[in-house]
């Protein structure tokens, strides 16, 4: 099984920044995509930025050009460095991971319970 644990958020001001990390941990044999995912109260989930294995990076219109997404191998661990923050991205931010447990077994995804990020105005 794989864990995957947030940390980070917190109440900032309008034009703030904050910084996000996720850490997978368990049995893991290789880590493969890693996203961030967002929902605030009464919307669909929605993908904030996502980044493959190899380095390949997306983002979400509305974060482009603000939020930065980059990974670190060796811990396991993805980063959202979030500047220029609005009222308009306040939700639970929730980390998503496809990882092989073990050799020849599919990919499976995990969840992390999510972090509140709260900008105000």
């Known amino acids: 099984q794989v864990q995957v644990v947030e940390s980070g958020g917190g109440l900032v001001q309008a034009g703030g920044s904050l910084r996000l990390s996720c850490a997978a941990s368990?049995?893991?044999?290789?880590?493969?995509?890693m996203e961030w995912c967002r929902q605030a109260p009464g919307k669909e989930r929605q993908l904030v930025a996502r980044?493959?294995?190899?380095?390949?990076?997306t983002y979400s219109d509305s974060v482009t050009g603000r939020f930065t997404i980059s990974r670190d191998n060796t811990n396991n661990a993805v980063i959202l460095q979030m500047n220029g923050l609005k009222p308009e991205d306040t939700a639970v931010y929730l980390c998503?991971?496809?990882?092989?447990?073990?050799?020849?077994?599919?990919?499976?995804?995990?969840w992390g319970q999510g972090t509140q990020v709260t900008v105000s105005s």
């Open positions: 368990g049995s893991i044999f290789r880590l493969n995509t």
């Open positions: 998503h991971v496809w990882a092989n447990s073990a050799p020849f077994r599919p990919q499976a995804d995990y």
């Open positions: 980044i493959t294995s190899d380095g390949r990076i």
